[in-house]
DNA sequence: CGTTCACATGAACAAGCGTTCAGGTGAAGA
DNA sequence: TCTTCACCTGAACGCTTGTTCATGTGAACG
């Protein structure tokens, strides 16, 4: 094989193992698979990466990092709480359709998982991000909740139910406004606007 | 080992399979592992099951059935949408909380998988379940909705999304009542009851 | 030119996998 | 008592896996 730089050879390997990894789930992806797809021998891999888990935990970093600043730098100048929560939910879908391969890989391994910890602080990260928003909609008086990290935790939950279906049904083409729309203003009718 | 009869071990390893697969994931639980855990040899698995997948399978069926089931029987009389929608979700979240390995076992194979049109077919007739209800809503005057299929989807991801943080989160200890709130009512304050 | 060194190779290895099968065991019927 | 037969056993087989390492390659530099 022709002698490459490093790096290029290094992003080759993550963009070939997100592919490899999100077709045929952690377990079922060899080594053998994401080197034939990069291109390079099964010993650069290990050049490049301490081992398998490595190379997943990587990747894994890659895209928390990624979605977590594009949200801060979003949610950065808005102050409506209804803004707010629409600008929240609209980045978390369209960073799934747009990443679902990395996404459906890691839903491929939770549980007992690798990078938990990372995960799971993630996790927590963006639901006190929720949690201030509610918050701050309370205070204002435009939301109704008596407890706003509960409350929290069940928009979360709405918005991961969204995101599983995405990347279940690839067709799913819904709207995000949808899902702003429930969670805002429920399913029961309302007797005035 | 002690003779036992035919169906007690086939029983025995289904419950142990339940747990191994749970906990391991279907492909890093391995036949002797299960075997193990139900006490018999490895040979005794092939002898009620024709092999791995089929032993996953044959779990996957059982739970789908026992599900539906369950749901026929509870809406069978019931009328007011409302609390057909609150019994749906009621008797979806309890069922997860009292079968969480064999649910998390299910998610932790989802994508292409063993067994997954018989998963679709079964999300697809929950999901009609819920159109049907909704539309009686609709007709009723007591929901809003422009497209009763699309809010059915819509709650059908909410409901998803909480199931999904049982599954992630042992401990999350949520009302069911909090999603059903949320999906009826919505997070904007109502000026009216 | 020769030396160096980062990059790359793929055969080889041990471990684990799903699956098979020749054989063992013991209750039930003849 | 002997035969039958459903039930069970676990060593063995072929295969794939993650990982290693002796070896190759070629640009860069003196």
Redesign the interface.
Known sequence: MNKRSGEESKRNIIAAAIQVFA?Y?Y??ASMRMIAQAAGVSVGTLYLHFKNKDDLYLTITKEWIDDLNELTNRALDRIDDPRTA?TVFITISIDYTREHREMI?LQ??K???CLGLEQKQQFFRKRRQLLTDI?QR?VTE?????DDPA??A??????????I??M??DEEAL?RAE??VD???????????G
Chains 1, 2 share one sequence.
């Open positions: 077709d789930g377990d079922n929560i459906l839903g491929r939770f549980g007992r509610v909609g008086g435009v939301f109704r909740s509960e409350t935790r069940i928009i979360f939950n709405v918005l991961r139910g969204f599983f279906s990347l279940i819904f949808a899902c429930l969670v805002l203003n429920g399913l029961r009718r309302r007797n005035n």
